[in-house]
């Protein structure tokens, strides 16, 4: 099981960026898939999850109205497009793959390697 995450980089306070992570190795249509991130000198923490069918979405307070998780079953895919980016979203950010249909913010069981997210004000 393999998860490629891309799409990270360096941007200006109030633009956007999306991230987009490839799962390989099995199909995930009937898993929640998510992500996570962990910013210098911080703990990893939840950004936001999407159930199996996409039907249902979890968002971590702080990125709420901001981000917006989305799935394509069909390409394995899971993006993240995050607007009016703040200094405060400068992490690595992971995404990760649950065994259940339904996310948490406990964590995945499967996680992709980090995409790097830089916000300069």
């Known amino acids: 099981v393999q998860l490629q995450a891309s799409g990270g980089g360096s941007v200006q306070a109030g633009g956007s960026l999306r991230l987009s992570c490839v799962a390989s190795?099995?199909?995930?249509?009937?898993?929640?898939v998510g992500w996570f991130r962990q910013a210098p000198g911080k703990e990893r923490e939840f950004v936001a999850t999407i159930s199996w069918n996409g039907g249902t979405s979890i968002y971590a307070d702080s990125v709420k109205g901001r981000f917006t998780i989305s799935r394509d079953n069909a390409k394995n895919t899971v993006y993240l497009q995050m607007n009016s980016l703040k200094p405060e979203d400068t992490a690595v950010y992971y995404c990760g793959v649950w065994l259940s249909s339904y996310g948490n913010r406990n964590g995945p069981r499967y996680w992709g390697q980090g995409t790097l997210v830089t916000v300069s004000s």
């Open positions: 190795g099995r199909t995930f249509s009937n898993n929640a």
